[in-house]
């Protein structure tokens, strides 16, 4: 008498520091404060933790500025806790799930490749509250990650962010809006 075969059921394994964790970005934004002025940043990250869909990402991103009458540096580092294919929430009705339609709208024939993502930011900037001292920095995110390869996808990305933000002795909140782009290892 043969036995039935028994399927085992693939659960999510926490990892810490994945294999592929390194990413790197180029950031487009428009400040409020500090100054006014579209600039160009550069960020790197890497992956600290994933569960599943949610993974945890450390980024540190620079920002500098140099014109005759002012130069500015800022660093910041942050959290940026993600939840990966969030739009996969709205799988239903059945026949013609809703997150389908959303994922075809919005991504074509890569559809099936896209990964899109929901995230939030939490940190600290320097210059922030004075010259000397850190201030704090939060937000939210959304984008999509198209995986190219094994081990390279191509991340794009739309960052709201406030910051505090020490800017010619005068210190103030700036809110940012960020245009990542990116590559991921």
């Known amino acids: 008498m043969a036995l039935p075969s028994h399927a085992l059921a693939a659960e999510s394994i926490p ?6 964790p390194l990413n790197f ?14 600039v160009i940043a550069a960020q790197a990250g890497l992956t600290a933790f994933r569960y599943g869909n949610i993974e945890v990402r450390t980024v540190y991103q620079y920002y500098s500025q140099h014109t005759p009458t002012f130069t500015t540096d ?20 059945k026949d013609y799930p809703i997150n389908r339609m959303i994922r075809h ?3 074509g024939p890569l559809e099936d490749r ?3 993502y929901l995230g939030a930011l939490v940190g600290g900037t320097i210059p922030g509250r004075d010259a000397n001292s850190p201030g704090y920095l939060y937000g939210g995110q ?24 020490d800017f010619k002795g005068k210190s103030d909140l700036s809110e940012q809006w960020l245009f990542t782009t990116g590559v991921r290892f």
Request: glycine share 4%.
């Open 74 to 93: 800022q660093n910041s580092l942050y959290l940026n806790p993600r939840w990966n294919n969030f739009i996969d929430i709205l799988d239903f009705p």
């Open 15 to 20: 990892e810490f520091f994945p294999i592929h």
């Open 105 to 107: 709208v919005l991504f």
């Open 142 to 165: 959304v984008g999509v990650r198209f995986p190219v390869a094994r081990g390279f996808s191509v991340d794009m990305g739309l960052q709201y962010i406030r910051l505090e933000i």
């Open 114 to 116: 896209a990964v899109p």
């Open 25 to 38: 970005d180029v950031s487009f934004n428009q400040r409020t404060f500090a100054p006014q002025t579209r």
